[in-house]
């Protein structure tokens, strides 16, 4: 592999591609369908956050969850 550089862009040119309009919005009933379909009585993942708490959240905290998630995605 001499001479190659796998991860050494040499291109004259960069193509940049902007997906932020392209992004589709996440609805609350997708949040809810994800929430019923974790695994009960597992250990916290990463996050820290019980599946539990989130199985236990009324539809104002789902929307919020759903917000969050748009609002993050957007950034």
């Known amino acids: 592999m001499d001479g190659i550089h796998l991860f050494n862009d040499e291109r004259p040119e960069k193509l940049l591609i902007d997906v932020s309009d392209n992004l589709v919005e996440i609805t609350t009933s997708e949040v809810v369908k994800a929430i019923s379909d974790l695994a009960r009585n597992k250990s916290p993942d990463e996050d820290e956050i019980p ?6 959240l009324r539809t104002s905290g789902k929307e919020e969850i759903t ?8 950034e």
């Open 51 to 56: 599946e539990e708490l989130l199985q236990v």
């Open 67 to 74: 917000t969050l998630i748009n609002d993050t995605r957007r």
